[in-house]
């Protein structure tokens, strides 16, 4: 059995990872879509140094707490999507679409097959 403190740990801080990886990602094409492909290379490296800080921790507490290898990466991946809709909604002005829902209830399904007993 996986701690409880351990799994909230770890998806707290893929949280908080995924908040930086998703700026560095796409943040750019909002903040220095006027500025040459390098000047964004460059800041999008800067940012996901503190991602990587924040990242790798988490992946050794879930580890560490008995999180299988693809256990902790369809986490990693719902807390990304989790993170992504409000990003692109919110920061990015994108349009609510339905494809979010459906790809939302493939995480469930794909949490389900991977935590299976």
């Not at 006027?34 to 507490?61: C, D, H, K, M, T």
């Not at 719902?78 to 990003?87: A, I, Y």
């Amino acid at each position: 059995m996986i701690p409880v403190h351990a799994l909230v740990a770890t998806v707290l801080l893929l949280a908080a990872s995924n908040l930086f990886m998703t700026f560095a990602w796409y943040g750019h094409l909002k903040n220095y879509a006027a500025s040459p492909w390098y000047v964004a290379a460059i800041v999008s490296w800067g940012i996901a140094f503190f991602e990587y800080l924040i990242q790798v921790p988490a992946n050794r507490i879930g580890f560490r707490a008995g999180l299988t290898l693809g256990q902790l990466k369809i986490v990693q991946e719902v807390v990304t999507l989790t993170v992504f809709v409000p990003f692109a909604l919110f920061y990015m002005d994108q349009p609510l679409r339905l494809n979010y829902v459906w790809a939302g209830l493939c995480m469930v399904g794909a949490v389900y097959f991977m935590f299976k007993g």
